[in-house]
Each structure stands twice: as structure tokens, then as C-alpha cells.
């Protein structure tokens, strides 16, 4: 029974691989299932992958791991912007404060990645690209305590939960790559 779960597992990621997008099944694209299957969700890992098309070209999990990164820090910048945008119309209220909070931990975020996880990671250091990774995960949960500071709905709570899911995904990447 376990084994016939496992194999409908598998020939459900690989269907959710080849619907996303993702060439014909070939050795890369296995490659890209075995690796998100390696995760705590393949289907996410599989969905955030999509976001760039150079992962259905990614021959190792290295190159999985730096598509992935470099998609959490495009997150970053992208929802550093739509931040700014909104809060320009804001200043002065509360929402233009708990949106002022939301930029400052999506700068910081952003300069976590692309400043020092991504040297780290081009070098090999792939424990410490990791910790940052994930501690710009937390970006999004930070603006949404501020908005629940002021006791209003955030208007950016999709894009909260996206840096999540992607800095999530990345995290896990590079942490395959860990001791090898």
C-alpha cells in the first residue's frame, strides 16, 4: 500500500511538473522533480522553480539552488517596489507607517541576498547562504505584525506570503547542498 502511494505520489508531481510548463519529461526535468521531491513540498518547490524558466535547464541541484536564490531576491526588490509605491499614497497614517516597517524589512531582505547570501553561495558557503535565506523569509511575516500593530488588513499579504513560500524553497535548496 505504502509503495503504491509513493508511486502515485511521483507520477503526480511529475503530471503537475509537465502541466506548469516544464519541457518533456527528459533528464533534467527528472532532475527537477527528484530535487523539489527532496523538500518539505514538491509541489511549491515545483511552482516557485516555474516562476523562472531556466530551472527546467538546470542539470545539477547547484543550478536548481542559484535559480531559486536569485528568484527570492527578485521577490525582494519586486516587493520592495510595490511597498514604496503604496506607501508613498499613505505617509503620515498608520498604514503609512506599518507600510514603512514593510519596506524596511524588504531592503533588508533584498541586501541579505543579493549583498551576502549570493556571494556566499557563489563561494560555496552554503550554510550561511542558507541562514540568510531564511531569515529574509521572514520579511513578509514582519509586515504583517505591523499591520496587525495598527489592527488593519494588510494590503500586501499575497506578496507576504510569496517571499515566504520562495525564500522557503531556496532555503531548502541551498541546504541540499550542505556537505556535499
Same mark, same amino acid.
Given at each position: 500500500?505504502?509503495?503504491?502511494?509513493?508511486?502515485?505520489?511521483?507520477?503526480?508531481?511529475?503530471?503537475?511538473?509537465?502541466?506548469?510548463?516544464?519541457?518533456?519529461?527528459?533528464?533534467?526535468?527528472?532532475?527537477?522533480?527528484?530535487?523539489?521531491?527532496?523538500?518539505?513540498?514538491?509541489?511549491?518547490?515545483?511552482?516557485?522553480?516555474?516562476?523562472?524558466?531556466?530551472?527546467?535547464?538546470?542539470?545539477?541541484?547547484?543550478?536548481?539552488?542559484?535559480?531559486?536564490?536569485?528568484?527570492?531576491?527578485?521577490?525582494?526588490?519586486?516587493?520592495?517596489?510595490?511597498?514604496?509605491?503604496?506607501?508613498?499614497?499613505?505617509? *503620515?497614517?498608520?498604514?503609512? *507607517?506599518?507600510?514603512?516597517?514593510?519596506?524596511?524589512?524588504?531592503?533588508?531582505?533584498?541586501?541579505?541576498?543579493?549583498?551576502?547570501?549570493?556571494?556566499?553561495?557563489?563561494? &560555496?558557503?552554503?550554510?550561511?547562504?542558507?541562514?540568510?535565506?531564511?531569515?529574509?523569509? &521572514?520579511?513578509?511575516?514582519?509586515?504583517?505584525?505591523?499591520?496587525? &500593530?495598527?489592527?488593519?488588513?494588510?494590503?500586501?499579504?499575497?506578496?507576504?506570503?510569496?517571499?515566504?513560500?520562495?525564500?522557503?524553497?531556496?532555503?531548502?535548496?541551498? *541546504?541540499?547542498?550542505?556537505?556535499?
Amino acid at each position: 500500500m505504502a509503495s503504491t502511494l509513493r508511486s502515485l505520489a511521483i507520477v503526480l508531481i511529475v503530471l503537475a511538473a509537465v502541466s506548469f510548463g516544464f519541457p518533456a519529461i527528459n533528464a533534467d526535468a527528472t532532475l527537477l522533480v527528484k530535487t523539489c521531491k527532496k523538500t518539505t513540498n514538491a509541489l511549491l518547490c515545483l511552482a516557485v522553480l516555474h516562476v523562472d524558466p531556466k530551472s527546467a535547464y538546470a542539470t545539477t541541484e547547484h543550478d536548481l539552488a542559484n535559480v531559486a536564490l536569485q528568484i527570492a531576491s527578485n521577490t525582494a526588490d519586486h516587493n520592495a517596489e510595490v511597498i514604496h509605491n503604496l506607501a508613498k499614497d499613505v505617509q *503620515g497614517t498608520p498604514e503609512g *507607517g506599518a507600510l514603512n516597517i514593510c519596506l524596511g524589512a524588504y531592503v533588508d531582505a533584498a541586501n541579505d541576498l543579493e549583498i551576502d547570501a549570493r556571494p556566499g553561495f557563489d563561494g &560555496g558557503n552554503y550554510v550561511g547562504a542558507r541562514n540568510l535565506v531564511l531569515g529574509a523569509k &521572514g520579511a513578509g511575516g514582519r509586515c504583517e505584525v505591523a499591520f496587525k &500593530g495598527i489592527k488593519k488588513k494588510s494590503p500586501v499579504t499575497n506578496i507576504d506570503q510569496q517571499m515566504t513560500e520562495r525564500c522557503g524553497v531556496a532555503g531548502e535548496l541551498i *541546504g541540499l547542498l550542505i556537505h556535499k
